[in-house]
């Protein structure tokens, strides 16, 4: 019964750097989300991928930003060339199909992303 | 952009004392979620309400939705310290959750 795992839980990085954070979904939920939150706001929608669907990139601030998932598995969120403004926290959360209107989400706990 | 707004931003009350926290959303929705995040990280999934419910209860939790005037309020009686957090409301419309800036909650002892 382990819940959404993420990794890593803290990341330093130089401008200009890339990163990859990394999200383990709940086993059995097709849908996955990342969210970023900057410190002290609301979250702010990325990505979500739902199967084998396309993802809807459509929160995805820039093209330094994207994602993969293999499957109903692990989803990386990759940023490219880092800036300051990347520094927040990343979320990601997992639901069952969206088959019905419930979609409760549950959330992984988070990478500190900091950008020096 | 965001669609929920919480009001108030923050608020500070004394332990046994109710607490009301307000959402406004804008666009139609399939359902209304409240989440709880304490310190800056995993948000925990509260309660759900469905567009035709106007009201649901869990535990000390009470939600009412109220879609004509696109809102919805969360109430946790008999606050306790534990019960700090910042609280989040979301709407569900198509197919993703849009999250409100949130309520900081703080409980005196």
């Known amino acids: 019964g382990a819940g959404v795992s993420q990794s890593p839980s803290n990341k330093v990085t130089e401008k200009g750097k890339d990163v990859e954070l990394r999200c383990d979904p709940i086993?059995?939920?097709?849908?996955l989300y990342w969210y970023r939150q900057r410190l002290g706001q609301g979250l702010e929608f990325l990505i979500y991928?739902?199967?084998?669907?396309?993802?809807?990139k459509s929160g995805l601030p820039s093209d330094r930003f994207s994602a993969e998932r293999t499957g109903e598995s692990v989803s990386t969120l990759t940023i490219q060339r880092t800036q300051q403004e990347d520094s927040a926290v990343y979320l990601c959360?997992?639901?069952?199909?969206?088959?019905?209107?419930?979609?409760?989400?549950?959330f992984g706990p988070g990478t500190r992303l900091t950008v020096l | 952009s965001q669609q929920g707004e919480e009001d108030p931003q923050a608020l500070s009350i004394q332990e046994g004392e109710n607490a009301t926290m307000n959402c406004s959303y804008k666009?139609?929705?399939?359902?209304l979620q409240w989440y709880r995040q304490n310190s800056g990280r995993g948000l925990v999934h509260l309660i759900l309400?469905?567009?035709?419910?106007r009201e649901k209860h869990s535990g000390r939790l009470r939600v009412t939705l109220d879609t004509s005037k696109k809102s919805s309020s969360l109430l946790i009686t008999a606050s306790r310290a534990a019960d700090t957090a910042s609280y989040f409301c979301?709407?569900?419309?198509?197919?993703?959750?849009?999250f409100g800036q949130g309520t900081r909650l703080t409980i005196n002892p």
């Open positions: 959360a997992s639901s069952l199909a969206l088959a019905s209107s419930y979609n409760e989400q549950f």
């Open positions: 086993s059995g939920h097709t849908a």
């Open positions: 991928f739902q199967g084998n669907s396309a993802p809807d």
């Open positions: 666009t139609s929705i399939n359902n």
């Open positions: 309400i469905r567009s035709n419910e």
């Open positions: 979301a709407t569900m419309g198509a197919q993703k959750l849009v």
